[in-house]
C-alpha cells in the first residue's frame, strides 16, 4: 500500500440507497410530494461507490445530480414504485441505506383525467403507503439495514422506536427544526443510533462529510467480513 491510494472499504458490497421524495398522484397535472431534497441520499451513494461499493441508487423527486455516472440510477415516482424496485433488489444487496422521504398516504383514488373544480371545498381520501423499511426489516437475510428519521422533537426516543420497529442495524436521525439540519440544504446535523443506542452526533456539516462518516459507521459494523 502507497501513501496516495487505500483499499476501498466496500470492495465486493452490493449497496441500495433509496433517496428523495415520492410523488403520489392525484391525476396527470397534481400529485403529493415533500420537501425531501435527494441530496442526502445522493451523497451517500457516491460515498458508497467511492469506497468501491457495486451501488444502486433509486431515487424519486430530487434536485440532485449525480457526479459519479457509476452509480446505477434507478428513477422513481410513488412509493410503491420505490418498494418494488428496491425489493426487487434485496435478496442481492448487501448493505440499503434509505434516505428518502416516502409519503406516509397517498390519494385513494387517483383520476385518469384533469380533476375539475367543483364546490366551495374538496376532500382528498388518503390511505397508508407500505412503510418500505418495515417491510426490508422483516424480510431480512444478512442484509445491514440503515434508516432515516426526521424529527421536529423528541429525537432519541423516536430514532430508536423506529430502529427497533423496523429492526435497523443504524438509523441517522435530524432534528428537522435546527438551522443546517435536514431538507433543501448542503448541510445537516446528525445523530447516528445503534440498537445499543447513541453511537455519534455530528454538529452541522456538508451532507458529503455527513454522508462519508455514515459510511465510516457501516463499514465498522457491516464492512469487516470479507466479500
Ligand atoms: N420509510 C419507508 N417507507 C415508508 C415510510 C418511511 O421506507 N412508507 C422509511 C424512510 O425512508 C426512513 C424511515 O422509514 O428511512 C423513517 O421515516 P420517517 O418518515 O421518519 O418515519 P415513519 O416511520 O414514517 O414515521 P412518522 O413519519 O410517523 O414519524
Ligand atoms: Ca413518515
Not at 391525476?27 to 468501491?52: C, H, Q, W
Not at 406516509?104 to 376532500?123: A, F, N
Not at 430514532?159 to 429492526?167: I, N, Y
Not at 455527513?210 to 465498522?220: G, L, N, Q, S
Amino acid at each position: 500500500e502507497t501513501w496516495f491510494s487505500r483499499k476501498p472499504r466496500l470492495a465486493g458490497k452490493r449497496v441500495v440507497v433509496t433517496a428523495g421524495g415520492t410523488i403520489e398522484r392525484l391525476d396527470p397535472v397534481r400529485y403529493l410530494t415533500n420537501d425531501s431534497s435527494g441530496k442526502m441520499g445522493f451523497a451517500i451513494a457516491e460515498a458508497a461507490r467511492a469506497e468501491g461499493a457495486d451501488v444502486t441508487l433509486i431515487a424519486g423527486r430530487t434536485t440532485a445530480k449525480l457526479v459519479d455516472n457509476s452509480v446505477r440510477l434507478v428513477r422513481v415516482e410513488s412509493a410503491e414504485d420505490m418498494l418494488r424496485e428496491v425489493t426487487a433488489r434485496y435478496p442481492d444487496a448487501d448493505i440499503v441505506v434509505k434516505a428518502a422521504a416516502v409519503a406516509d398516504y397517498r390519494p385513494v383514488h387517483r383520476s385518469e383525467s384533469k380533476i375539475k373544480k367543483k364546490g366551495e371545498q374538496l376532500t382528498l381520501e388518503l390511505e397508508r403507503t407500505t412503510d418500505i423499511l418495515a417491510t426490508l426489516g422483516s424480510r431480512k437475510t444478512g442484509q445491514f439495514l440503515v434508516g432515516f428519521a426526521a424529527e421536529t422533537d423528541n429525537v432519541e426516543h423516536y430514532a430508536m422506536d423506529k430502529l427497533q420497529r423496523k429492526r435497523l442495524d443504524l438509523i441517522v436521525a435530524n432534528d428537522v427544526t435546527q438551522e443546517g439540519a435536514g431538507f433543501n440544504v448542503d448541510t445537516n446535523a446528525v445523530a447516528i443510533y445503534g440498537p445499543e443506542g447513541l453511537v455519534d452526533k455530528m454538529p452541522v456539516s456538508a451532507k458529503r462529510a455527513v454522508a462519508e462518516r455514515i459510511i465510516d459507521h457501516i463499514v465498522a459494523r457491516a464492512g469487516g467480513k470479507e466479500a
